[in-house]
């Protein structure tokens, strides 16, 4: 690997921050969809307390969204949101084009995002979430 390629593994940047202790299912899907974190809190002002797989799911189908589900062994398209297991319980994070996982978590705050791995930082990937 040429240095310039570990210098832009390492100067990326997390950029998503989820504001309260359950609310990153906000911050994932305004990143995917392009909405703004405001407009889903209007819409969705439970998603401050959590957003589950069906709850997100219906919500962009309401938004005229057209939503594609993955099981987690399945291969899937990038950007993408997948809903993991963490060992405090659900989590939802943002896969970019790239491949980094932008995790809204405090505790991912200074990881850059293609170091962020799947299978090794979660207990496991529930399901994925593309378009």
């Given at each position: 690997?040429?240095?310039?390629?570990?210098?832009?593994?390492?100067?990326e940047?997390?950029r998503?921050?989820?504001?309260?202790d359950?609310d990153?299912?906000?911050?994932v899907?305004?990143?995917?969809?392009?909405l703004?974190?405001?407009?889903?809190?209007?819409?969705?002002?439970e998603?401050?307390?959590?957003?589950?797989?069906d709850?997100?799911?219906a919500?962009?189908?309401?938004k005229g969204i057209?939503?594609?589900?993955?099981?987690?062994e399945?291969?899937?398209?990038?950007p993408?949101?997948?809903?993991v297991?963490?060992g405090?319980?659900?989590?939802?994070?943002y896969?970019?084009?790239?491949?980094g996982?932008?995790?809204?978590?405090?505790?991912?705050e200074?990881?850059?995002?293609?170091?962020v791995?799947?299978?090794?930082?979660y207990?496991?990937?529930v399901l994925?979430?593309?378009?």
């Open positions: 690997m040429a240095m310039d390629d570990l210098v832009d593994i390492y100067s940047r997390q998503l921050r989820q504001e309260g359950m990153c299912g906000v911050s899907f305004a990143e995917l969809t392009g703004s974190r405001q407009e889903i809190l209007h819409d969705l002002p998603a401050v307390n959590g957003l589950s797989a709850q997100a799911i919500y962009l189908q309401g057209q939503v594609h589900i993955y099981p987690s399945c291969q899937h398209p990038l993408c949101a997948h809903l297991q963490s405090g319980g659900y989590h939802w994070v896969q970019a084009v790239n491949g996982i932008h995790d809204p978590s405090p505790s991912f200074c990881v850059p995002p293609r170091l791995n799947l299978a090794k930082d207990v496991r990937k994925t979430i593309a378009f």
